[in-house]
Structures are given as C-alpha cells and as structure tokens.
C-alpha cells in the first residue's frame, strides 16, 4: 500500500467519521424537536381535556339548579294550595262552632 492510498484512505475515514458525527448531530436535534413538539401537544389535549370538563361540570350544576328551582316553585305551589284549604277549612269550622255555641246557649 503506498502513502498515498494510505493517505486517501485515513481521509475517507476522517470523512466518514465526520459524516457519522453530522448525521448524530442532525439525529439528536431532530429527536428534541420531537419531544418538544410531543410535550406541546400533550400539554394542549390536558388543557382542553380540562376545559371540556369544566364545561360539562357547569353544564350539570346548572341543569341540576334549574330542576331544583322548578322542584322548588312546585313546593311552594302546593304549600300554598295546603295552608288554602287549611285556612277554608277553620273558616268553615268556625262558623260551624259559632253555630254549636249559639244552638246550645239557646236551649
């Protein structure tokens, strides 16, 4: 082998070393940029994972709010149709016992 393919060859290998460590450069650069583009991604699916369920959280409560109001107005109507006839019934009582009284003062 002559120096000169000696030479040529050390070169070929000095190149391709230099081509390895480009190429690893260029490996590692574009596996961070993976990674990062990864965590973006990841960060913004739990971010709109969160807000999809505090939407449907306040949707519930609000849902759950107006079938109280209506359990509620339903309650208030029927107390108010109790304490009614509660008040129609004393009346009609108290004439009737007006009527004893005055019926056994009387004989």
Do not use: C
């Amino acid at each position: 082998m002559s120096l000169l393919d000696y030479e040529s060859t050390v070169r070929g290998i000095k190149e391709s070393d230099m081509n390895v460590d480009k190429t690893l450069a260029e490996a590692h650069e574009k596996a961070s940029k993976l990674l990062a583009d990864a965590r973006r991604d990841s960060a913004n699916l739990v971010s709109q994972a969160n807000e999809e369920s505090s939407k449907e959280a306040l949707a519930t409560v609000d849902s759950a709010r107006e079938a109280a109001g209506k359990d509620a107005e339903k309650a208030r109507k029927d107390g108010a149709s109790a304490v009614e006839n509660v008040a129609k019934s004393a009346k009609d009582n108290s004439q009737a016992a007006i009527d004893l009284v005055i019926n056994a003062m009387l004989e």
